[in-house]
């Protein structure tokens, strides 16, 4: 089955503890992304990928990591979090090229800072 | 930067009414306008997309139309059912970003009974 998998689903940490959230595509998409998803705000991009070793800023990259060494496998990384980034985190990759796609989405990760 | 704003930000129907969902988008340059649908707890999902060469597209009770010239692109859902209730997100995609889609800020449909 063609999927995006993110984990963890759900994630409570303290402020300054590293975390690393998996995401994990078997579409052979070339472009990844991460969003974070708050109230009244929609979907914003943290960061982006358009193939292995490129990456580069979305609108709120403040705070975030990630890194692209294998096509499938694009993590995003707090190195140290604060309550600020209590958010939804999606993970996203779609076909890119000439012609481009709407997104296939992971399911989500619900992450609290405290 | 892109920036998509959305309308209206809540909308009730009754059941077997029609929705329409109003979005403008400020960069010319935008090519590619999708729609998603987010249903309680789960991810956004793909429900249309439309392209910058074409007007109108329509799959079974959901339509999406793309006004080029007023840079506004609008969801109509007919005959609605409860089943449609969730939160609806429209998109842009701007070139330069490789596919990067710049959303909405969400528009909660709910279908009363």
């Known amino acids: 089955e063609a999927q995006v998998t993110q984990n963890p689903r759900y994630l409570i940490t303290v402020t300054g503890k590293k975390l690393t959230v998996t995401c994990s595509q078997n579409?052979?998409?070339?472009?990844m992304s991460w969003y974070r998803q708050d109230p009244g705000l929609g979907l914003r991009q943290i960061y982006y990928?358009?193939?292995?070793?490129?990456?580069d800023k979305g609108d709120v990259p403040e705070g975030y990591k990630v890194s692209r060494k294998e096509k499938r496998n694009f993590p995003l990384i707090l190195e140290s979090p604060s309550p600020n980034q209590t958010s939804l985190y999606f993970c996203?990759?779609?076909?890119?090229?000439?012609?481009?796609?709407?997104?296939?989405f992971g399911s989500g990760t619900r992450l609290t800072v405290v | 930067g892109e920036n998509v704003e959305q309308h209206p930000s809540t909308l009730s129907v009754q059941e077997g009414d029609s929705a329409v969902i109003k979005c403008t988008y400020s960069d010319s340059a935008s090519n590619y306008f999708p729609w998603y649908k987010q249903e309680l707890g789960k991810r956004p999902q793909l429900i249309i997309d439309i392209r910058s060469n074409v007007g109108e597209k329509k799959d079974q009770r959901i339509a999406v139309t793309l006004n080029k010239t007023a840079k506004h692109f609008s969801l109509h859902i007919t005959e609605t059912q409860p089943e449609d209730s969730a939160v609806y997100f429209c998109a842009a995609r701007t070139p330069g970003g490789g596919n990067k889609l710049t959303f909405g800020t969400g528009t909660q449909l709910k279908v009363e009974l």
């Open positions: 579409m052979n998409h070339e472009y």
């Open positions: 996203a990759s779609s076909l890119s090229g000439l012609q481009y796609y709407g997104y296939t």
């Open positions: 990928s358009m193939n292995v070793e490129v990456t």
